[in-house]
């Protein structure tokens, strides 16, 4: 809805504005709906369970078979993952179901070149622990790192525009070792089925809030963007097995529907997807560019989203460039000789993975 749009890029333009320049006391509640956000959310959480496991460890070389016949072997390029339990792959049993096992699969058959992943996500983790995952990630030297982050912030009540700021500065702190970033911003918590009226609207709301800020403060850092949003929201319903146990994170086909919305944007930040001439006005096959407030409110309302920076008459980053990739699925793609199916596991060097 054009009104709604039009809202939320007016709520995730102050709430960017405030996390550049230090703003306080912005947040994405009124103090009236604070209480009753607090006793549905313990409601929901009751509902929902908690996950008695941890996230299988995937880090590793994917795509060796690349490596074979090449004089000299290119060396690896390096993938890191960061962020929370979504980029870390909570749910899954084994390493190769993880969203950064599969995009490191995946990057290394678009690249045709090895890919070595590097996960610091954390269950739990919040735009402010961004801080320490970046050391982490920074001394392996990444080419591109996938920051999936903000459901957490939401839902432990973090000031939106300090987690926006956070956010930022990382992305930020990645460009200027030389790495490219996209970040899969808040999901729609509003889709989560153990999450009832009034808490799903609400929950709705504050997710796509934060997620259209966080588009405009990682644009504005260098960063791309891709809408999480709702993405899985239709097929988790009509499709239980979409769920791990908790009924809240994704199963291995959860992560591998996100996974691949993802992918092409990874690829295109390597330069290594095809990139058609960009426009200046909107064009049938649904890129358009807009001031990046605009572009981030129409972004969080559709899933799968891309929103990258565009130079529209040196007007710089206050300018995006939306587009809706076609996404690689079901599968990802394969390795030379693999067998249908098989996405990954012969490829994977590293530990975790049985």
């Keep these: 809805m054009p009104g709604a749009q039009d809202s939320r890029a007016r709520v995730a333009r102050r709430i960017a504005t405030a996390a550049a320049y ?8 009124g103090v009236g709906l604070v209480g009753l956000l607090l006793t549905e959310s313990k409601l929901a959480i009751q509902a929902i369970g908690v996950l008695e496991t941890v996230p299988p460890k995937a880090d590793g070389v994917y795509g060796e078979a690349f490596a074979d016949g090449c004089a000299p072997p290119a060396p690896p390029l390096v993938l890191a993952v960061l962020g929370d339990s979504t ?21 290394a058959s678009v690249a045709e070149r090895p890919v070595r992943l590097v996960n610091v996500a954390r269950s739990g983790g919040r735009s402010a622990d961004l801080s320490g995952q970046l050391e982490q990630a920074l001394r392996h030297r990444p080419d591109v790192a996938v920051i999936m982050v903000g459901a957490n912030d939401v839902t432990r009540h973090s000031p939106a525009q300090l987690a926006v700021r956070q956010l930022g500065e990382a992305v930020a702190a990645l460009r200027a070792n030389g790495c490219e970033v996209v970040v899969g911003t808040c999901p ?13 609207w609400v929950a709705r709301r504050l997710s796509r809030q934060l997620a259209a800020a966080q588009t405009i403060a990682v644009v504005e850092a260098g960063g791309r963007t891709v809408s999480l949003g709702s993405l899985l929201g239709p097929e988790f319903a009509a499709r239980p097995e979409m769920f791990a146990a908790d009924r809240y994170h994704p199963s291995a086909q959860g992560y ?12 295109a930040a390597l330069g290594l997807w095809p990139e058609e001439e960009r426009p200046s006005a909107a064009v049938p096959g649904g890129e358009t560019v807009l001031p990046v407030a605009v572009a981030a409110a129409a972004a969080a309302g559709r899933a799968g ?4 920076a565009v130079d529209a008459g040196g007007a710089g980053r206050r300018w995006a460039l939306l587009r809706h990739r076609l996404r690689v699925g079901p599968d990802v793609p394969r390795e030379p000789g693999a067998e249908p199916g098989d996405t990954s596991a012969s490829s994977h060097a590293g530990a975790g993975d049985g």
């Design 256 to 267: 591998a529907t996100a996974a691949m919305a993802v992918l092409p944007s990874v690829c």
């Design 305 to 308: 989203t891309e929103v990258a």
């Design 87 to 107: 980029g870390a792959g909570l749910g899954v049993a084994r390493g190769r179901e993880t969203p950064g096992a599969l995009l490191a699969a995946g990057l």
């Design 22 to 29: 230090g703003g306080g006391g912005l947040g994405l509640l």
């Design 188 to 200: 729609d918590l509003g889709t989560i089925k153990p999450v009832h009226p009034p808490l799903r």
